[in-house]
């Protein structure tokens, strides 16, 4: 299902057929570096995964990650968008684009759409973003969003502190 268009994209809500793309995303180097290991180890396990994750934060919230898709040929070449953890007191903006798209604004404008719907169409007071510390392309990414640093903090399972970021929206 088509969620939002941009002047370059399509995002929309992920569904099994993904799988492939998904398994090769999770398991890029960058991901892995920036984001971590979800722990998909085949095509069959990036299905699951899809469907436990995504699909099924879609159908509880309302939100979820969508596939962000180059309109001129249906290129996936990312995910971006909106993720309840139970580790946040609000809804986290997420992204990761494949290397091979790095440095063409897809990301900020997949992600400049997606905040714009939860302030917009989600009606959502605030937004939360969270990033590793040495992760300096999705920290100026959050800032050029808007969100400000409001401190760090460490999520087990993990050892390292992450950052976070905020952006309150007030009455729209």
Known sequence: MKILSTER???RT????DAAFYFELVN??????????KGVRS???AR????EGPMAMQALHGHSLYVMERQSDGQPLGLCGLIKRDTLPEVDIGYAIRPAYFGQGYTYEAAAAVLDYAR???KLPALMGITKPHNVNSIRLLEKLGLRYIGSEVFPPNTEATNKYRIEFGSA
């Not at 992920?14 to 057929?17: L, S």
């Not at 890029?28 to 290991?37: A, F, S, Y």
Request: aromatic share 4%; glycine share 8%; no cysteine.
């Open 9 to 11: 994209l399509h995002l």
């Open 14 to 17: 992920m569904h099994p057929d």
């Open 28 to 37: 890029d180097p960058t991901w892995l570096e920036n984001i971590g290991d």
């Open 43 to 45: 095509v069959e396990g």
């Open 48 to 51: 699951t995964a899809i469907m």
């Open 120 to 122: 917009q169409q989600l």
